[in-house]
């Protein structure tokens, strides 16, 4: 069973802070998905990143694959409350037949005004 | 576009007694199919997920099941709830295609709350 960590479980944060949240894993994954999640509702996918060492920009969030595929880290600068939500990493991993991603618990944050 | 539905939002449910899911995805063809449940501090656990029509794997043993009866429908199922059956009921698609294989994102519902009382 492939298992993803993410670390902090829990951040708070002032407005226009920095910060990263991890992921990691002793598996090598074939693609790693980042989602955020507010309450009541569903994931929402932000990226997908696909080859070691790749670097994606989303507006002022930054993702890093790491370079043995078995990683991730999402930087967010300049925070702003709207960024408050459950950020889920997933990574994906070939297995014949099988069509599932392993998602890690997810880290909360919370940006105060 | 493509859109997911899922029903009910929330749900209050005494112990023993059935429940049905219902998710249904329009706007695309043959999409893969996910049921997910995610407690608190434990992530999301795939239930169910399905590539066509009956075709249907499960991923933890449990007394739910799921079914598919139309290719963009998903139902999952109990005939006796349990109190361990509380949590926030996920259904999710994402495109079928062999090419892109695990890349393809999932397209989340809003969820189901469940409370089993």
């Known amino acids: 069973t492939q298992l993803l960590e993410q670390s902090p479980q829990f951040l708070s944060i002032q407005e226009g802070e920095n910060l990263t949240v991890y992921c990691n894993s002793s598996s090598v994954f074939s693609s790693l998905q980042w989602y955020r999640q507010e309450p009541g509702e569903g994931p929402v996918l932000l990226v997908t990143?696909?080859?070691?060492?790749e670097v994606k920009k989303l507006k002022r969030l930054t993702f890093q694959f790491g370079d043995a595929r078995k990683d991730s880290s999402l930087h967010i600068t300049a925070a702003q409350t709207g960024d408050t939500g459950l950020y889920l990493c997933a990574g994906a991993y070939s297995g014949a037949g099988s069509y599932q991603l392993t998602f890690g618990k997810g880290t909360k944050l919370s940006v105060i005004p | 576009s493509q859109t997911i539905h899922q029903w009910p939002a929330t749900l209050v449910q005494p112990v023993g007694s059935p429940l049905s899911l219902e998710c249904t995805v329009e706007g695309t063809s043959n999409p893969n199919l996910y049921w997910y449940r995610q407690a608190a501090g434990r992530g999301l656990q795939l239930l169910f997920y399905s590539i066509g029509i009956d075709q249907i794997s499960s991923e933890v043993p449990q007394n739910l099941s799921a079914s598919r009866p139309q290719d963009r429908q998903f139902i999952l199922s109990s005939k006796k709830l349990l109190l361990s059956d509380s949590g926030f009921y996920l259904c999710a698609w994402s495109v079928s295609s062999p090419q892109r294989g695990f890349n393809s994102p999932l397209h989340f519902g809003n969820g189901t709350r469940l409370t089993v009382t």
């Open positions: 990143v696909v080859t070691g060492g």
